[in-house]
């Protein structure tokens, strides 16, 4: 086989490899804009889930999920399974080790294979772990993970949760993200904006208890909505490590077409030296 003809089947290869990474990177492309128009019905919850909210005065309502002082806490850091994501996780995994400079005592859950992996590779001990969230649901995986936080604050062995993720701020940039998940003050002060414009509501449940229920849901809602996001993250990365890998493989593609070119040319030249050499033979 002649060197061009070598080289051939390596241009071949290469112009496969461009589009294959060309087809994945237009499929996770398309992930992401699908999944960001869906996210708008997290803003439709929320907006209802406060309206709701705003019906009954709480602010001296005292309860764990909502206000507490016990010093333990845990950091509940997400990680995507995805491939193709670039240091995405090792980001994650970087912003939960300031939290944990922040807080030493803190204790890590984890979501994730890889935080599992990344997390134990710096000698970190783990309390609990979530595995295969996709496959099993995200929703049901949710509900999983604030059925045992809500347990853990209510036994006090928990006063708060700080939850880490990969939180895609637009379509080319994806960073990690720390939010307080519990004790859930925040919703109090919003509640608070708006409870006196009505007057005359029916209390027939017992505050304590209606605000335990808004706070479980709340913060089922609120874990669904950063898996959602780091779904959303994930296909941002890929798009934005799969273009990289495309950009590279092209500028590799138009090397090895030269190459090509240069081993054509040489073959030619090598058949015609050798023409010239046996005609001067044969003149002989």
């Not at 992930?31 to 709480?58: C, D, M, P, W």
């Not at 959602?228 to 934005?240: E, H, I, K, M, R």
Request: glycine share 4%.
């Amino acid at each position: 086989m002649s060197k061009a003809s070598k080289v051939k089947v390596e241009v071949a290869e290469v112009r496969d490899l461009v589009d294959l990474i060309q087809v994945l990177k237009d499929v996770a492309d398309m992930k992401y804009h699908a999944l960001a128009a869906q996210k708008i019905k997290f803003n439709r919850f929320n907006e209802s889930f406060t309206e709701f909210f705003s019906l009954v005065g709480f602010s001296q309502v005292a309860h764990p999920l909502v206000t507490n002082s016990l010093p333990s806490s845990v950091i509940l850091v997400v990680s995507t399974e995805r491939g193709f994501v670039g240091d995405l996780n090792t980001r994650v995994v970087s912003r939960a080790m300031e939290e944990k400079e922040k807080n030493p005592s803190a204790q890590f859950v984890v979501v994730g294979k890889k935080g599992i992996m990344k997390l134990e590779g710096l000698g970190q001990k783990i309390l609990k772990s979530w595995e295969d969230i996709e496959d099993r649901g995200f929703y049901e995986v949710a509900v999983e993970i604030k059925t045992y936080l809500v347990k853990e604050v209510m036994e006090e062995r928990v006063g708060k949760v700080t939850i880490v993720y990969p939180w895609p701020k637009d379509y080319t940039v994806t960073k990690p993200r720390s939010v307080k998940l519990l004790p859930c003050e925040d919703l109090l002060p919003k509640q608070t904006q708006t409870v006196e414009k009505f007057r005359e509501v029916i209390e027939e449940s017992d505050p304590v208890d209606m605000i335990g229920y808004l706070a479980d849901l709340w913060l089922s809602a609120k874990i669904y909505e950063i898996f959602f996001d780091t779904n959303l993250a994930a296909a941002s990365a890929q798009t934005q490590q799969l273009d990289s890998s495309l950009g590279k493989m092209r500028k590799e593609r138009d090397v090895v077409k030269l190459k090509y070119r240069k081993a054509k040319r040489g073959d030619i030249d090598k058949s015609l030296r050798e023409v010239f050499s046996a005609r001067m033979m044969v003149t002989k």
